[in-house]
């Protein structure tokens, strides 16, 4: 009569059995414990380790050689002491030993995450703390060597003070005009070659320059500025007509851009037909900064 129950109950621990296996690789059962009414009957006992392969063995929370028994008062009968089972069990769970009523597997495996979470934020703190430091001291001998140095200076303009009289003063104010005028010929004799150069620099490759003039601009008078060198640049684009509207408008605005052009006049654009296909023409007029 007990054996077909006692049969499906040991085909449910085989099954938690292989549950546990598969849900925690590397970890096994090793021994089975059986408490309650059936831990008093040996023979149930060795049959259910008989099927499960494992060493069975029932559940005595008092056994005569645990250092308790002098203290407590061991119950008499079999029932009274299996009643007592889960209450033993729940003494002795700990933090560290699962399965634990009170502090479960997932609470234990979150308080794990959070601890190695605030080690790793410990960690970069003392990290960044070493590296403010270090940033700290570098900055500070940088002043150092920067006030060094004003002192220096400090000191060396205190001692050239007594030479720096009204003579001293007209001859460097001399030198400098001269030294002025040298380099508005020089940029008046060499800009010429940096406009030229700039215009075929920003030049894209689609694009043909078939002439380039380059017309000084006429000083200032009393009555009317300075007016700036121009440049005339005239040149043509093959391609289909959206392609070619596209590079001569992007071409513009890259002219415009420049460090020494200041607006373009589109003087004439016209389409065109030649052997190569269609093409466009322009001729451009480029004020010079």
Known sequence: MILPALERLIRQVERTLEHFSHNFEGSAVGRIFVSGRTSSHNRLVAHIGEQ???????INPFPREASIAPVVRRPESVAEKDALAPAVGMALSSNEITPNF????????????????NKALLAVSVLLMII????????????????????????????????????????????????????????ATYRSI????????????????TAMDVQNGKPATKLKPAEP???????VIFGSQL???????????????SPLFKEAEILEKLSKTSTRGELLSFH???DVK
Do not use: C
Not at 169 to 187: D, F, H, I, K, P
């Open 284 to 286: 451009v007029r480029i």
């Open 132 to 187: 403010f430091t270090g940033v700290y001291l570098w900055q500070s001998h940088i002043v150092s060597g920067k006030e060094a140095r004003n002192e220096t200076a400090q000191r060396d303009m205190d001692k050239n003070a007594a030479f720096a009289n009204k003579n001293v003063l007209v001859q460097m104010v001399a030198r400098a005009a001269r030294n002025g005028q040298e380099l508005s010929r020089y940029a």
């Open 229 to 235: 060198p121009s440049l005339f640049v005239a040149g």
């Open 102 to 117: 009170i502090y479960t597997r997932k609470e234990r495996e979150q308080s794990e995450k959070y601890q190695t979470v």
């Open 243 to 257: 392609e070619r509207e596209a590079s001569f408008a992007s071409y513009l605005e890259t002219v415009k851009k």
């Open 194 to 209: 940096a406009i030229l150069g700039e215009i075929s620099r920003i030049t894209p490759t689609e694009i043909r320059l």
């Open 52 to 58: 499960l392969g494992l060493p069975t063995e029932a």
